[in-house]
């Protein structure tokens, strides 16, 4: 039998103070709500409150609690021999807080370097005169033996717990495992077989990796200068990653989980002895959950997680409505991020444009408010992510954010300003939050970026950073996450199908498009519909299914245009119609995507090579709802204003006997499509747009109309040629010059005002249409069509006085513009390029106020001007997306 080990004792310690340390455990004991005795403690102090708490938890008052070390102590005096009544060293380090902070109190190198916590607790129970150690061990116990009787003990069954070794060798990979914990057995016991070390004293825990309320920690081995009982072990232990031998065992993932500082293999478990429970609690730590817990570690990991759609879901570039937001909201996910990654939490602080000023004066620019004399409050994220108290704070005024990010030494690393006002606190900081996490997800996919070009970087976004600092914070990062790949539609895909020949052809251009099936309803989805699809995704090697599906949902709803899905599935998506189906295929995302998605098979999975793979996709449409701007115009307006525009386009095009149109900004082709329904003598219609999603919709439906052999009195039959390009409306195509119409009907607002302030300057001096029609919406009737409907009962509590801005109908509205801006725009471009301009508009009625909903521009050319077509500018930049002509053979979509 192993003999009692010698018992160490000592009287003496080491006095000093920190003021420093002594801020640091203030900071740390309010963060969780323990208070200390006194609000300043010097380092003697610090030393007997650590003894007087490393005592008391050995005693009878602290045994009869329900403190998760009561589970310990249940094993130990359960042991036979010498080693009754003996605990790890490292479980009272892990499983108590008030002797970690008192720990990182004595030094703040405690907080990430665990053998160090546990060097100074063993000094801590050399000073006490009840409490035992022994040399050469990491064991600790009461001097007089606990009595058995204390603690009650209730035998339960053996159990079987996974669990994930994760290597310190990056080049090894994780691996899972079985703990096999019969009845009679120390689950620390069976851990210690595991990592291949003596007893369970030579394992050292993590604090928690997951949740604060979860017990998933990370086991590893002590270091050998843990055994060192001199005083300055606590110095080599404090210099510990600092030395050559220690860099070479460091262990960068499990760091990265921990925050703490991790030497040879590790051991990831979710098992432990919790709070007013006397059973084990345990749960399976799969390869799945490991990938998932990389995912949550990635700026749009949360959100992806929150949707419970790791492959199709992406954090949306802008939120819209409170209403059409579905996960876990932006502020929430920052708090996340923030916490994963041992930050500060989120600080954010609002600035009011004060209500008591004269009714707001629309500037020129009607992109951004103008602001009066504001107030600032600032509020923590973590008073909770839901809008409970946004009544409180809304008011009247409106509202703009600033969030700041600053790391665990309250250094600032991230700083953002919203450039709009909102007249919700929610939106404001909803906004604010998701412009940080969007621009976080681009720095992710550029890990390795210079420092130099860092604040570059930022700044491009409107986002301040502290390079060194932020770059320091996320230094593991691209080792310890594979590179993202970039999905792509694959072409040669069996399932998909085009309207395609080869390029000696002029007539025709490839169009990848998707295997739809069912009838067109009519009903497709939109820009800023809330759409619902189900969809499963499987991974397929050549002709053959690999495993289960990796994903699938029998709802799955998302607001189009706000990109909350990836966007080869949005794109198939716009181009079907309610009720339909489609499938189409892409190549692979992440490895860490993948397996964090297909849940029981990972493991089986990841033994596989997935070169030659792909994702197959099948989707269905379930539902589909119309925007709010399209809502709200058909409240008010029979026909809807969108109809109404095609119809004032029409009267012109029959007024003039116009045979060309180009239609700038045809998105999915709506007007296109509405002319085939009316008569004209229009021969051939062009369509030019930058969205190629939005092309492929347009050339899916002007397809399926112009090859259908109807009756041949319909205007379908009168086009000779249609054809859209893919290219930008600023930029000049010679072979769209000199048509007898153009058409620009609520496309500029959705361009920044420079940019359509270009495209007047483009059409007008280069295009050259005889006509040209520009429409868009008149910000100054946006009270009669807010206030006339009802989207939702939250949108319905604003106050909605006269002196308030109004929002813009559409959340891509870069601006929207009153008559005066709207007239002196189009009244500054007809006079330079020798062109008049009459005004008119559709919703409303003329000379009532406020005026038309949509106000229209018409501009007529003078004269024939030889001279248009600038030199240097004949040259084409728009590449042709699809083309048909009526003398060709139809190909079916």
Partial sequence: MEKRPKLCTCQTIESSSRAEGTTFFNRSN?????????????????????????????????????????????????????????????????????????????????????????????????????????????WIWKQNPLSPEIIHSDLKESIQIKAMRIPCSMEKP????????SSKEYYLDVIAQKLGVGDCSQVIISRTVSKASSEMRLYFSAPKDLYLTSDSSLEVLSNMKETVNSQSLFNARAHYFSGQNIYGDALLATVGYTWKSTDLF??????????????????????????????????????????NWRGSFPRELLCMFCRQHRLSEPIFSTEKINPSEPPLEISKNCQKLKLSESTSETEHANRGTGDANDGELRGQGTFKYEVRILSKEQDVIIECSSEDSYRRHSDAYQSVALKVLTWLNKYFKELDMPIEKLSCFGVDYGIRVNPQILSGVFALCPFVHNVQQTSVFRKCSSL???????????????????????????????SGSLTCISYSISLVRGMEYI?????????????IGAGAINQQLETCVTQMS?????????????????????????????????????LEYSVKVLRVTEPLEDRMEQALFSPPLSKQRVEYAVRLINESHATTLVDFGCGSGSLLDSLLEHPTALEKIVGVDISWKSLCRAAKILHSKLSMDSDPKVQSKRISSAILYDGSITDFDARLFGFDIGTCLEVIEHMEEDQASLFGD??????????????????????????????????????????????????????????????????????????????????????VEPGFASQIAVFRKNTIQADCLRDGKAAGHYEVLWEWTSNTSRSAL
């Fill in 30 to 138: 309010n963060m969780l709500g323990i208070q200390p005795t006194t609000n300043k403690l010097t380092m003697q102090e610090t030393w007997d409150e650590l003894v007087a708490r490393l005592s008391y938890l050995f005693t009878n008052e602290f045994l009869s609690t329900s403190h998760p070390l009561i589970g310990h102590f249940r094993v130990a005096v359960q042991r036979e021999g010498d080693f009754y009544g003996f605990v790890p060293v490292s479980v009272i380090a892990a499983y108590d807080v008030k002797l970690n902070n008192l720990c990182k109190f004595i030094n703040q190198k405690a907080e990430t370097n665990p053998p160090l916590s546990i060097a100074l607790i063993l000094k801590a129970a050399r000073l006490s005169s009840s409490i035992c150690t022994s040399e050469g061990k990491l």
């Fill in 174 to 181: 994780v691996e899972t495992l079985t703990l096999n914990v």
């Fill in 282 to 323: 345990h749960e399976d730590v799969s390869l799945a959950t490991y990938y998932r817990m990389l995912i949550c570690r990635v700026p749009d990991g949360n959100y992806k997680l929150s949707r419970e759609a790791i492959v199709a879901a992406e954090l949306p570039t802008a939120f819209t409505t409170r209403s």
């Fill in 496 to 526: 998909g199908a085009s309207v395609s020949a080869g390029d000696s052809n002029p007539k025709e251009s490839v169009v990848p498009l998707f295997n739809i099936e069912g009838p067109d309803t009519g009903m497709s989805p939109s």
């Fill in 547 to 559: 495993g289960e599906p990796l994903e699938s949902k029998d709802e799955f709803e998302f607001e």
């Fill in 578 to 614: 309610l009720d339909q189906s489609a499938r189409f295929t892409t190549e692979l995302p992440s490895r860490d995507l993948i397996l964090g998605a297909s849940g029981e098979s990972a493991e089986a999975l990841s033994l596989q090579t997935l070169q030659g793979c792909f």
């Fill in 762 to 847: 483009v059409v007008l001096s280069s295009f050259c249409p005889q006509i040209l029609i520009v429409s868009t919406p008149n910000y100054e009737y946006n009270p009669i069509l807010q206030r006339g409907t009802s989207p939702n009962k939250e949108d319905d509590l604003e106050e909605k006085t006269q002196s308030l801005p109004f929002k813009f109908r559409n959340h891509d509205h870069k601006f929207e513009w009153t008559r005066e801006q709207f007239n002196s725009w189009a009244s500054n471009l007809a006079s330079r390029y020798n062109y008049s301009v009459e005004f008119d508009g559709v919703g409303g009625s003329p000379g």
